[in-house]
């Protein structure tokens, strides 16, 4: 059985800093891996989406890593702005596909202060 | 082209009524999951739907839960004689049928029971 976890469950820095979030996954055999933001009383955005076969992704100042032997994935955002803060959440399906069996680690809250 | 749409976003409910919660999936999209989200805490895969056929409802409970995906018309989770442990976020989620396995999360519907 799949178990997702991040770390750290809260983080909490000044505006401007460069930050690393961390999500790891004891089975190796993924078909993606998805990251998220949710904004309080929202509903999930999709940030990043990484193939199994590729080991990182970017868009604009984010950039996420993936290394399926050690069964890790990070995100790292450049530069922090207070609408950065958000609860970042990874999302693994199995090899197999299909979102019904999708493991959602229950996230990093993260708070960047002006 | 429109997000994954939900609607009612917020829905109040006593004892024993029933709720209905609506969900349009993205254009193209023929694929929708439903996700359950308790106050802190992660999400837990509920149903997994097609047009017309449950793919997988492992995650649904038994009783007093039931979806469906019409031909016509957006997917419905109904939920009849809602108790308070029923207050949550549902939140559905739509993919395309190519093979790239992202998903795509509407706003949430925010049930309270009274």
């Known amino acids: 059985k799949q178990e997702v976890t991040q770390i750290p469950a809260a983080l909490s820095v000044p505006e401007g800093e460069n930050l690393v979030l961390n999500c790891s996954f004891t089975d190796s055999a993924i078909y993606n891996l998805q990251w998220f933001r949710q904004d309080p009383g929202k509903g999930l955005t999709s940030l990043l989406l990484i193939q199994s076969s590729q080991r990182e992704q970017t868009s604009g100042r984010l950039n996420a890593s993936l290394d399926k032997s050690s069964g890790r994935s990070t995100l790292y955002i450049a530069a922090s702005q207070p609408g950065d803060s958000a609860t970042y959440l990874c999302?693994?399906?199995?090899?197999?596909?299909?979102?019904?069996?999708?493991?959602f680690g229950t996230g990093t809250k993260l708070q960047v202060i002006p | 082209n429109a997000g994954v749409m939900q609607n009612p976003r917020h829905l109040v409910r006593r004892r024993g009524q029933e709720a209905r919660l609506r969900c349009s999936p993205m254009?193209?999209?023929?694929?929708v999951y439903w996700y359950r989200q308790l106050p802190e805490e992660g999400l837990k895969f509920m149903v997994y739907l097609q047009k017309e056929n449950i793919i997988d409802e492992s995650g649904m409970p038994k009783e007093r839960f039931s979806a469906e995906f019409p031909k016509e018309g957006p997917s419905i989770l109904r939920i009849q004689q809602v108790v308070r442990g029923d207050s949550a976020a549902y939140f559905c989620?739509?993919?395309?049928?190519?093979?790239?396995?992202?998903?795509?999360f509407g706003e949430g519907s925010r049930l309270t029971v009274l």
């Open positions: 254009k193209g999209h023929s694929h």
């Open positions: 999302a693994l399906p199995p090899d197999s596909g299909g979102y019904q069996k999708v493991t």
């Open positions: 989620a739509s993919s395309p049928p190519d093979r790239t396995g992202e998903l795509f």
